[in-house]
Nanobody
Framework: QVQLVESGGGLVQAGGSLRLSCAAS????????MGWFRQAPGKDGEFAAA????????YYADSVKGRFTTSRDNAKNTVYLQMNSLKPEDTAVYYC??????????????????WGQGTQVTVSS
């Protein structure tokens, strides 16, 4: 059973940066694709970014493309989400997730089996 723990969230001004980390225990992340999802208050959760098990390909929501970058260090069993040029609308709880993504559907919550507890990101204007 893989356990995921996010860290790195916090309060930042618009235009600032944060780097989220997602560390795994109880299993190796190198077997899994990794996704980042977020949920803002009063809104449905949405896909933000994903990375294949090898790190060879990444995927981004249009709303974060060009500002967010996801990467992974399988030796450290950790995945990262670098968030630059943050906007107030990026305010949300951010979750990392791990899964064996069949059919290339990295954008769907249903493709992921393991989830972290989330970390709050608040961007002030």
């Amino acid at each position: 059973q893989v356990q995921l723990v996010e860290s790195g969230g916090g309060l930042v001004q618009a235009g600032g940066s944060l780097r989220l980390s997602c560390a795994a225990s109880g299993g190796t992340l190198s077997r899994y694709a990794m996704g980042w999802f977020r949920q803002a208050p009063g809104k449905d959760g949405e896909f933000a970014a994903a990375i294949t098990w090898s790190g060879g390909r990444t995927y981004y929501a249009d709303s974060v493309k060009g500002r967010f970058t996801t990467s992974r260090d399988n030796a450290k069993n950790t995945v990262y989400l670098q968030m630059n040029s943050l906007k107030p609308e990026d305010t949300a709880v951010y979750y990392c997730a791990a899964g064996v993504v069949y059919g290339g559907n990295y954008y769907s919550r249903g493709s992921y089996n393991y989830w972290g507890q989330g970390t709050q990101v608040t961007v002030s204007s």
